[in-house]
């Protein structure tokens, strides 16, 4: 394929004046851009939009790692990206790291080895060392979860504060056996969040119980499983913490089948048709847009200006959204 520098060596010219003349620069010399016309036009050149930028002289394209494009919560950050990089007339290469930490860098090497403008990654690996190597030639921005063993810009929700705001509404309802469903304990957002959740406990002077927290739960088969294991417990829960909202997508429809209704619950992220389910799910409520847009706003800064000083880590605030599916422990008691 016919790159700008087989162009600029037969109009022998640098590869910045064939990107002058071929974005119609008027300041270029007449005699000079009638040369290099003639070797665009004689090696039928088309630039790779993809692969370069003709005003950075860096790639066109943005890397994005994520989880997973089918959680809602990463394909909204995702979407926001790509809206953005769409005005710099940049692409989005998007790849789904899934869930298992020892795969985390092997895929997303394998991403920066397109020589990316800059990555932006919601990592699922404990230790981001090896991106060290890479982070001073590509701008490299963590979302949703922080980096570990590495110094790196992040934007990330507030999710200790938020678990404490769940806990709390359902301790202000009278609730005292709360339940706490999540994923992976080895994410950083599970253990802010559980953090959250014991601290809120501790205000409210209720004992941490051990059997009230359960783990690991990423489908609707962990969903069952853990409910059936909490409901068989000799002083069950009456409400419920769901640590995201992928675990509340899973956790949703099997309380449904299996008939407890007297749950009171909150998830920690909105999702699709969380207002029209039965009943309504209250949430905490993130804003995965603003992580996204946000996150691409500091790539674009840190490329235009590589020595600017910028603070690392930046905390979204999160909110609490009321629907039905909380209720204080007496309406609870009247359904069983």
Request: net charge negative; hydrophobic share 40%; charged share 25%.
């Amino acid at each position: 394929m016919t790159t700008m520098q087989d162009v600029a060596a037969l109009a022998r010219v640098s590869a910045k004046t064939v990107s002058r003349v071929y974005n119609d620069d008027p300041h270029v010399d007449p005699a000079t851009r009638a040369r290099v016309t003639a070797a665009l036009e004689s090696l039928n050149y088309v630039p790779n939009t993809m692969a370069t930028s003709f005003r950075t002289g860096q790639s066109a394209a943005i890397g994005v790692a994520i989880p997973d494009i089918d959680d809602p919560f990463f394909a909204s950050i995702a979407r926001a990206i790509e809206v953005r990089a769409r005005e710099e007339d940049m692409a989005v290469f998007v790849t789904s790291l899934g869930h298992d930490g020892s795969q985390e860098q092997s895929l997303v090497e394998s991403l920066l080895r397109r020589q990316l403008s800059g990555l932006i990654i919601a990592p699922i690996g404990t230790d981001h060392g090896y991106l060290k190597r890479w982070i001073d030639r590509t701008p490299t921005v963590f979302v949703d979860r922080a980096p570990d063993g590495l110094t790196a810009d992040s934007f990330v929700d507030d999710d200790l504060s938020g678990a404490v705001m769940a806990t709390e509404h359902l301790m202000e309802l009278g609730h005292t056996r709360i339940a706490i469903i999540g994923d992976s304990a080895s994410i950083p957002t599970s253990r802010n969040r559980l953090e959250g959740y014991r601290d809120a406990l501790e205000r409210g002077r209720i004992d941490f119980d051990e059997s009230l927290v359960v783990l690991g739960v990423l489908s609707r088969d962990d969903a069952a499983a853990a409910l059936r294991r909490l409901m068989a417990l000799d002083d069950p829960p009456t409400a419920l913490f769901l640590s995201n909202a992928r675990v509340s997508m899973s956790c949703v429809p099997v309380l449904q089948q299996m008939k407890l209704s007297h749950l009171a619950f909150v998830g920690f992220g909105d999702f699709p048709l969380a207002d029209a389910v039965c009943p309504p799910v209250t949430v905490i409520d993130q804003n995965p847009a603003e992580l996204g847009r946000q996150a691409i706003e500091r790539i674009i800064g840190r490329i235009e200006n590589p020595n600017r000083r910028y603070r690392r880590r930046n905390v979204l605030s999160v909110d609490l959204v009321v629907r039905e599916s909380c209720s204080p422990t007496e309406h609870h008691s009247t359904r069983r």
